[in-house]
């Protein structure tokens, strides 16, 4: 027998061994755990994550320029509020 035969035949038994040792079934069966208890956790996906994040970084824009509008406004009335006493007196 020649050293490439017995190194093939040593690696083909050694694989075979690994495929059928409990070794590979623990290893499915936490993958399998992980997985279930992943899908009872919720979770979403880094893309969904950033999505609402760039959602909520446009909503936050809108909110402070509106914020801004709204003092704009205020600050007119009582202008105008002050302009309309001065004229009562």
């Known amino acids: 027998m020649d050293m490439n035969t017995f190194f093939n035949d040593l690696q083909g038994k050694i694989h ?12 499915k069966n ?14 979403v996906t880094r893309e969904e994550f950033d999505i609402q994040a760039q959602v909520l970084a446009k909503t936050r824009a809108k909110l402070d320029a509106l914020e801004l509008r709204v ?4 600050a007119r009335l009582n202008d105008s509020k002050t302009v309309n006493v001065g004229k009562a007196l």
């Open 71 to 74: 003092i704009e406004l205020e």
């Open 30 to 43: 936490v993958k399998s755990m992980m997985t279930q208890g992943f899908a009872r956790l919720d979770l």
């Open 16 to 27: 075979q061994a690994i495929e059928n040792s409990p070794a590979k079934d623990i290893e």
